[in-house]
């Protein structure tokens, strides 16, 4: 299947041609592409045009290249969600037609870490209140959430239910409402523990979403660290140029 023309550079035509074989769905997500050197030779380009082409398709992550394993037409995120507005993920995940699902791991109160006291603004005596849960989509895990919450405003013997919003959580139970929220967003690779319990493939890198949440009067109430399927979920944000 040899390309034609050279009004254009080789490798833009080998760009579109994958991305035209992916709308067309000849070449499907997931889909492992054949080695450079027969890839290129069915394409009738060097390997370097070839390498060019899947650079770009990699920066466009359209393609994965995995090292010593090969490169990979890239899965489309399931969820996709802009992160101004604070949208909970159930209903993130109700919006995508799916069911909603929580296994919970643990609730209690636990002494904090540095990170905490500082997101949290808490004394050395102080506790937090310990949240961790596995969220599902048609019971499959997607995110797996860390959340802590100042120890002071959940009443002694308060029980999490695993269903419930934490959000009403604690509306309920420490009369807190969320304002507001400051958020940033990095990525991991391959984590021992948290990409196995999200049964993610070894190479697929985590979204890592950390929250800290303020109340009506701006008092931080909730620090939340989010692991997000990096092959699930993609965020977007809406950007405004200042005027001069």
């Known amino acids: 299947m040899s390309l034609d023309g050279y009004q254009r550079s080789r490798y833009l035509l080998i760009i579109e041609k994958i991305k035209k074989d992916i709308e067309s769905g000849k070449l499907e997500p997931g889909e492992k592409l054949p080695s450079e050197y027969k890839l290129a030779k069915d394409l009738g ?9 899947l650079r770009i398709l990699e920066e466009e992550s359209i393609v994965i290249r995995k090292h010593g394993i ?36 643990f609730s209690d109160y ?3 870490i540095d990170e905490d006291k500082i997101e949290l603004k ?15 989509a048609n ?18 013997g308060s029980e999490f239910e695993k269903e419930e919003s934490l959000f009403h959580f604690m509306d309920d139970e420490a009369a807190v409402t969320i304002s507001y929220a400051t958020a940033f967003i990095e990525t991991i690779g391959y984590h021992e523990e948290i990409s196995k319990i999200l049964e993610c ?12 949440h303020y109340d009506l009067h701006e008092k931080p109430v909730l620090y939340s660290i989010n692991f ?8 977007s944000v809406f950007r405004k140029r200042l005027k001069f």
């Open 228 to 235: 997000f399927r990096a092959d699930k979920f993609r965020f």
């Open 201 to 212: 493939e070894k190479g697929t890198p985590l979204l890592v979403l950390k929250q800290t």
């Open 45 to 53: 380009v060097s390997r370097t045009t070839l390498r060019e082409a």
């Open 70 to 105: 090969g490169t990979f037409i890239n899965k489309k995120p399931i969820f996709s969600s802009g992160i101004e507005e604070l949208i909970s993920i159930t209903d993130m995940i109700k919006m995508e037609g799916k069911t909603p699902g929580t296994r919970l791991l």
């Open 110 to 112: 636990v002494d904090p």
């Open 122 to 136: 808490l004394s050395d005596q102080e506790s937090v209140f310990l949240v961790k849960r596995i969220r599902t």
């Open 139 to 156: 019971n499959d895990p997607m995110i797996y959430c860390i959340d802590k919450i100042p120890g002071h405003l959940i009443p002694q």
